[in-house]
């Protein structure tokens, strides 16, 4: 493994050849934006769970669970509510310079806090494979409810129902024991015609999204961005790791591209009070 984790310079020399890449996100993309993890041991939600109560952690995410005790998830979802009080960080605006060298083929994410879109992703060029918050359905006819009357209850605490059945209302997020949309399957045809990977901050533990790291055929070059090793990564002759902070290691991989002035400007648009710029970091 240890020989797999690369030298920036040299991972920046391959990257810049790359014209189709596939990236892939997690959770730890957007810890840089205040929003915690799952299994970051300390700050990842998982260890930040006992005030619920819960069975066990996964829980909070779990259909069968929420159908019985939906308040953890909404106690949650008022804190983590897209939009209310987090923004893009450097990873998210990273992507969107590919995106505009032209080198962006798919945004593959697991995350549901809407930062790509916030940071200029076009949504053509995203595959949100958990969900979103944009839009809410009945668990039990399944019918959509408006997104903006779930989003007052969250709020306010109390529990969205369906004007129609009554049944218990939640943003279309996929939660552990819902099928992933029909769009996360692009993935198929993606691997095959992309000519890089790029997979960051995440633990690879959920599945199937885990699976398109796998499916990228040998001879492309894998790259991994994470705190640690994850999955496969450092297998495969064309891996490379950064390994350590993301925001850290994404700017110095920027810097190699020469791309570190449109960064800066992009994080800038992003910068108000309470947000961290990287060059303040
Ligand atoms: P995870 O299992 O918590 O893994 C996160 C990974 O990121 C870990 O390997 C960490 O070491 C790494 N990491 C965290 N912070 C940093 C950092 N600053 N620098 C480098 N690496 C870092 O999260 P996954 O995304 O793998 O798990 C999948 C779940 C998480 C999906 O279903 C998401 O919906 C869910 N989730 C999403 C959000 C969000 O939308 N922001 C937040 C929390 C959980």
Redesign the pocket.
């Known amino acids: 493994m240890k020989n797999k984790v690369h030298k920036v310079e040299d991972v920046a020399r391959g990257l810049k050849h790359a014209q189709r890449v596939l990236v892939m996100i ?3 993309v ?3 934006s205040g ?6 041991p300390g700050s ?2 998982y260890d930040n769970l006992q005030k619920y109560d819960l069975p066990y952690p996964e829980a909070i995410f779990d259909i069968n669970y929420f159908r019985e005790k939906p308040e953890p998830f909404l106690a949650w979802a008022k804190e983590f509510f897209p939009g209310v009080n987090y923004k893009p960080n450097a990873v998210h605006y990273f992507v969107r310079l590919l995106l505009e060298n032209k080198q962006l083929q798919r945004l593959y994410t ?4 809407g930062l790509e879109v916030m940071a200029g992703i076009p949504e053509d060029k995203i595959v949100a494979a ?1 969900g979103t918050f944009t839009e809410a359905a009945c668990i039990r006819c399944r019918g959509s409810a408006p997104i903006y009357e779930v989003k007052e209850h969250i709020m306010e605490g109390t529990i969205p129902r369906c004007a129609t059945c009554d049944g218990l209302v939640k943003p279309t997020i996929v939660f552990f024991g819902e099928n992933l949309p029909e769009r996360f399957f692009l993935y198929e045809s993606d691997v095959r015609a992309c000519d890089y990977l790029i997979c960051m ?6 599945w199937p999204f885990a699976g398109i790291a796998e499916f990228v055929p040998e001879g492309i070059p894998r790259l991994l961005i ?3 090793a ?1 999955g496969s990564f450092g297998s495969r002759k064309d891996d490379s790791l950064l390994l350590g ?3 850290e290691n994404v700017t110095a991989l920027v810097e190699c591209l020469q791309w570190k002035d449109s960064l800066v400007k992009l994080c800038e648009t992003a910068c108000d009070d309470g947000f961290v710029s990287i060059e303040s970091r």
Request: aromatic share 4%; charged share 15%; proline share 3%.
């Open positions: 997690g959770a730890g957007s810890t840089a929003i915690p993890d799952f299994r970051t990842g939600i697991q995350n549901i806090d958990h901050g995440t633990s690879l533990e959920v994470n705190m640690t994850v902070d993301l925001v």
